[in-house]
């Protein structure tokens, strides 16, 4: 499958939160200790909200290369930075190797990564790519059923109501895959944002779900670790979600539950139960 992570929060260069940790994405790519592979070397992307600037749209770079040995991947990480990012490692579950298969997938102002795989993606495509709306059909790029279930939660109502769309989304994916004879059609982390708050999803038909992890109040970890002084660098409103977990400081991480979905934004974030639409 994949590694992914989002970060929210105070403005950092990338290298801080993609090299350093000790259990970095970068490191995730070799050895991943929670994914159904251990390396994720089938290409990379990541995806910035660049700060000062009149531009609405985030910038992406995506590259079919493993990104542990990337040296323009090391460059950008070094001199950009940004106060939400989105960043991948793909294990390609079938679909061809390639940048446009490559994640975050973008469209407009939204990012949109993912983790899992639509079963039998093979036999639902020519049924699900038909239920995109034909206005954004032209902009599907790539062969992937993770950029395919973006452009059908853009079609469901992705930017009024992005929770409600990936429900739909979820819940198209589910019927139509038992319709064909799918006993267990879907498995999906996802991250969505538009610049402002991620969404983040935990869902699968069979309710064994990947991984998924979120970082604590950085209020509570002064308190625990005040000796830390990165900690004192970095406002309130920092947060991250991870595919697992950075390192082993303890208290710093804890598991979204089976079939939830998150919201990281300014003021309160918030965990509410997730089902597919019906």
Known sequence: MCRWLAYSGTPLLLEGILYRPAHSLIDQSLHSRMGVETTNGDG?????YAQDTDLDAPAVVRDVGPAWNN??????????????????????????????????????????????????FHLLRRELCLAVEPGL????????????????ALTLGLEEDPPGAVARMAGLVERTGRAHGVDHPLQMTIALTDGVSIWA???????RSRSLFYSSRVDSLRALHPDLTFLRDISDETRLVVSEPLGDLPGAWHEVPEHTYGVVRPGADDLRPFAPAA
């Open 201 to 207: 999803f935990r869902y699968s038909t069979e309710r």
């Open 71 to 120: 040296r323009n991947l090391r460059e950008i990480a070094k001199t950009v930075r940004s106060p939400l990012f989105f960043a991948h490692i793909r294990a390609s579950t079938g679909t061809a190797v390639q940048q446009t298969n490559c994640h975050p997938f973008r469209h407009g102002r939204w990012l949109w990564m993912h983790n899992g795989a639509i079963a039998d």
């Open 44 to 48: 990379f992307g990541i995806g910035w």
């Open 137 to 152: 059909f032209a902009d599907i790029e790539g062969s992937t059923d993770s950029e395919v279930m973006f452009y059908l």
